[in-house]
């Protein structure tokens, strides 16, 4: 195979340029919102950072770690920034496994759009629970994207994980 396509992230593509004619970062608003309202994709909110699923996941799951400092450098983050983001991270592994019982994880971040940054003025790393098998032909023949849960049950699942290991 000489090239693969992925058109649904057209859809995630489209929708910067929108949002690129504004001043406001997705990441800056986000957590102005109620965890539990529809409209927001927040499962955790911390004291430096938040856990968000991705509206446009790769698969079911995907979350991402953010801090509230609009910041796209690394370096810049202070270190009581990134000791909450790997703990977040730690904690988000957790509420995964509880819900979803993925066999693997990706975790890492696009620093910058040359690396695949699609918002790269906002620093954030991404979770992206795997099972065996969930890579399949669908995206590439059949330009389908599977996504086996819907992002509201996903959300809701991962509140109430995240809700019982913070009680702990």
Same mark, same amino acid.
């Given at each position: 195979?000489?090239? =693969?396509?992925?058109?649904?992230? #057209?859809?995630?593509?489209?929708?910067?340029?929108?949002?690129?004619?504004?001043?406001?970062?997705?990441?800056?608003?986000?957590?102005?919102?109620?965890?539990?309202?529809?409209?927001?994709?927040? !499962?955790?909110?911390?004291?430096?950072?938040?856990? $968000?699923?991705?509206?446009?996941?790769?698969?079911? @799951?995907?979350?991402?770690?953010?801090?509230?400092?609009? &910041? #796209?450098? $690394?370096?810049?983050? #202070?270190?009581? *920034?990134?000791? *909450?983001?790997?703990?977040? !991270?730690?904690?988000?592994?957790?509420? =995964?496994?509880?819900?979803?019982?993925? &066999?693997?994880?990706?975790?890492?971040?696009?620093?910058?759009?040359?690396? @695949?940054?699609?918002?790269?003025?906002?620093?954030?790393?991404?979770? !992206?629970?795997?099972?065996?098998?969930?890579? +399949?032909?669908?995206?590439?023949?059949?330009?389908?994207?599977?996504?086996? &849960?819907?992002? =509201?049950?996903?959300?809701? +699942?991962?509140?109430?994980?995240?809700?019982?290991?913070?009680?702990?």
């Amino acid at each position: 195979m000489e090239k =693969l396509w992925s058109p649904w992230r #057209s859809n995630y593509i489209d929708s910067f340029k929108t949002r690129k004619d504004s001043d406001e970062c997705v990441f800056c608003e986000a957590p102005k919102k109620e965890i539990r309202s529809q409209e927001s994709l927040v !499962v955790c909110k911390n004291d430096l950072c938040y856990v $968000m699923l991705n509206l446009y996941p790769y698969n079911s @799951g995907h979350l991402m770690i953010i801090p509230y400092r609009h &910041q #796209s450098d $690394m370096s810049a983050l #202070s270190q009581d *920034e990134m000791t *909450e983001m790997m703990e977040m !991270v730690q904690l988000s592994i957790k509420a =995964l496994d509880l819900t979803m019982n993925p &066999q693997g994880f990706n975790f890492g971040a696009n620093l910058g759009k040359a690396a @695949g940054a699609g918002i790269d003025t906002h620093l954030h790393f991404h979770i !992206v629970p795997r099972w065996s098998g969930d890579i +399949n032909f669908m995206p590439a023949i059949g330009e389908v994207k599977i996504i086996s &849960q819907d992002l =509201l049950v996903t959300k809701n +699942n991962l509140i109430n994980a995240f809700d019982h290991l913070l009680k702990k």
